[in-house]
């Protein structure tokens, strides 16, 4: 066997190996990626509904008119206690590992807002309609709406989050 032959042969094998390790490399990291999204995205969906239920609970018991000590002790049990045990202080903590800071940093605003209308639902005996419930209500609504479009950027690949950009910037 000729030298010439036997070189050529071993820089394919090299070749072929290396292409072989970058490849497992990319698809390692790949789905490294994807575990790692698909964590966030539990937790993301965890906290936005524990905020949404125990919102909804809350109101649910305020509203029925109990008198001033039964009202408070159970809205604040509601606040505390989810049926799913994700209460929103528990997935609160669980956002506070899996988020990016810019998405946690959003977050507790939103948390801190759910504990207002908490405190004014427990102290104020009001019904939907009332300003002081509509105050406190509608801003948390709208922050975890822009809270929840946060958490859908922070999911999208960087090639998608690029693109939205660019047409939003356009419009």
């Known amino acids: ?13 090299v070749f072929g190996i290396g292409a072989t390790l970058v490849t497992d490399a990319l698809r ?8 790692w999204a698909d964590t966030k995205r539990v937790v993301y969906v965890r ?13 649910v018991v305020a509203f029925r008119e109990e008198p001033g000590p039964l009202r408070v002790q159970a809205v604040h049990h509601e606040f505390l206690s989810d049926p799913q045990h994700s209460d929103a202080k528990s997935v609160l903590r669980e956002l506070a590992i899996a988020a990016p800071d810019h998405v946690y940093r959003a977050a507790l605003p939103v948390y801190e807002q759910l504990r207002a209308v908490r405190d004014m639902l427990a102290s104020h ?12 209500s509608w801003p948390f609504f709208e922050d975890l709406e822009a809270l929840q479009q946060l958490m859908r950027d922070d999911l999208r690949p960087p090639a998608a989050s690029r693109v939205r950009m660019l047409r939003s910037r356009s419009q």
């Open 47 to 59: 906290f936005l509904t524990s905020l949404a239920q125990a919102h909804s609970r809350m109101t």
């Open 125 to 136: 005996p009001v019904g939907p309609e009332s300003p002081e419930y509509q105050q406190l």
């Open 1 to 13: 066997m000729e030298w010439g032959t036997l070189a050529v042969a071993a820089v394919g094998a």
């Open 28 to 35: 390692s990291r790949r789905e490294l990626d994807q575990r």
